[in-house]
């Protein structure tokens, strides 16, 4: 049977080192072909795109304390899919410019996790057959 992410190239955005751990592993037992986490603003830089081939995103809205908004329209700009992965409830202001992205608020299920992650990532794939 195929896994929900066989052969996703995941972008992880956490800065939380243990909740990173988990959820690239995660990603890697549900069918991911690689995950690149980056854990600092600093290093959320839009080469990151190019250089990993990235056909996915986990996208935490903040990082300490910047705001990764702007790298969330840099995402949607190169069409590439992704979710938010959040301590901010999605009702949140931040979260009013990306209608139609799926916010999963921490302490989250690792099944609605993936779900989403796996949903908003097939039906891109779909739309370029």
């Known amino acids: ?24 592993q995660l990603c890697r037992e549900h069918g991911a072909a690689d995950v ?9 830089v839009p080469e990151v795109l190019d250089t990993g081939n990235i056909s996915t995103a986990i996208l935490d809205i903040k990082l300490s304390d910047q705001w990764t908004d702007d790298f969330a329209r840099l995402l949607q700009e190169r069409r590439i899919p992704f979710i938010f992965a959040t301590g901010y409830a999605a009702g949140h202001q931040v979260f009013e410019p990306f209608a139609g992205v799926r916010v999963i608020e921490k ?23």
């Open 1 to 24: 049977m195929k896994k929900p992410l066989h052969g996703a190239r995941v972008l992880l955005v956490e800065d939380e080192a243990m909740i990173a751990m988990n959820i690239e």
């Open 36 to 44: 690149v986490t980056i854990a600092s603003f600093e290093a959320l």
């Open 107 to 129: 302490p989250y299920r690792e099944s609605d996790l993936i779900d989403a992650l796996a949903d908003v990532w097939s039906n891109s794939v779909s739309d370029r057959v």
